[in-house]
């Protein structure tokens, strides 16, 4: 899921609602495999990165599984971990 949002400063900005959106779509998925990558993806500007940053490594975020991803409008990623098991040794809560 792919929320849009503001790619410029507002005071107004709504970051962590747009992330929380996000994040809520894929939580409340009615039908997913176990093998399906689950993402959140946000526009990647720097009001973004302070609060994905922030989210990712909190307990309920990372044993869900999904990422939270930064798209940058030159089409660069971050975040994106497609081997990561959050129940693992190397995972995030391992």
Same mark, same amino acid.
């Given at each position: ?13 709504? +970051? ?13 998925? +009615? ?64």
């Amino acid at each position: 899921m792919c929320k849009g949002g503001p790619i410029w400063f507002h005071p107004r900005n709504d +970051e962590r609602g747009i992330i929380l959106s996000a994040l809520g779509d894929r939580i409340l998925l +009615e039908q997913a495999k176990p093998k399906d990558l689950l993402v959140a993806a946000v526009p990647g500007t720097g009001r973004f990165k302070v609060v994905a940053d922030r989210w990712r490594n909190r307990p309920l975020i990372a044993s869900s599984g999904i990422m939270i991803l930064l798209v940058g409008r030159d089409q660069t990623v971050e975040g994106f971990r497609p081997h990561a098991d959050p129940w693992s040794e190397t995972g995030c809560l391992g």
